[in-house]
């Protein structure tokens, strides 16, 4: 089955910096990537996903690459902002018929003043 | 409004105590999961539906139970409780395979 690594788990920058979160998954098949924020005490929220016929998507200040061939994605956040703080989840499923998402371990982003 | 509904949001229970959380959606998806969040592992897969009547097993299923009578409608069922289901639950629900997944709230389950 599917199995996904995250990296970093934590991950500290200065407001105005970028911050980058890196995947890797295993099953080839898998074509649905999306990234999730989860607040403290809250659900967590789909930020944006890319399917495998792109290899990048941008909505405003984040974005998301994926790498086929190397089985890996990465999400990507200019500008930072206090408010990115939270943690941020990738994961990985096919899209056809009923395919399990896969979730990675979580980074726990900090953006300081 | 398109949401997903848990209830209850807290819950502190005593080992044995048979419980169930519920789970209702009202988007008409068609998929319909349920998770569990501890610290350092993520969000792992309890059990999933893919329709009325038809559910599997995810990731760590032991110790749990899950019927899908109805669309809307998916609860989690704890037959005996122990104190490592203590946990954060999350529902979740989809229209495909490669759509959106929203989740519920989440349900705070402390077994004592």
């Known amino acids: 089955g599917e199995n996904v690594e995250q990296h970093p788990s934590t991950l500290s920058v200065q407001e105005g910096d970028s911050a980058v979160i890196k995947c890797t998954y295993s099953?080839?098949?898998?074509?649905?990537f999306p990234w999730y924020k989860q607040e403290l005490g809250k659900r967590p929220q789909l930020i944006i996903d890319i399917r495998s016929n792109v290899g990048e998507k941008k909505d405003q200040r984040i974005a998301v690459t994926l790498n086929k061939t190397a089985k890996h994605f990465s999400l990507h956040i200019t500008e930072t902002q206090p408010e990115d703080s939270a943690v941020y989840f990738c994961a990985a499923a096919g899209n056809t018929g009923f395919q399990k998402l896969v979730f990675g371990t979580g980074t726990r982003l900090l953006v300081s003043p | 409004e398109a949401q997903v509904t848990q209830n209850p949001r807290y819950l502190i229970t005593v080992t044995g105590k048979k419980l169930t959380v519920t789970c209702s959606q009202n988007?008409?998806?068609?998929?319909m999961s349920w998770y569990r969040q501890d610290p350092g592992l993520g969000l792992r897969q309890i059990y999933y539906?893919?329709?009325?009547?038809?559910?599997d097993k995810g990731d760590v299923p032991e110790g749990y139970k899950v019927s899908r009578k109805e669309k809307r409608n998916f609860p989690l069922i704890l037959e005996s409780p122990s104190p490592n289901q203590t946990s954060l639950y999350f529902c979740?629900?989809?229209?495909?395979?490669?759509?959106?997944?929203?989740f519920g709230p989440g349900t705070r389950l402390t077994v004592l």
């Open positions: 979740a629900s989809r229209a495909g395979g490669g759509d959106t997944q929203y």
């Open positions: 988007m008409n998806h068609e998929y």
């Open positions: 099953d080839s098949a898998s074509n649905y």
């Open positions: 539906s893919m329709n009325v009547e038809v559910t």
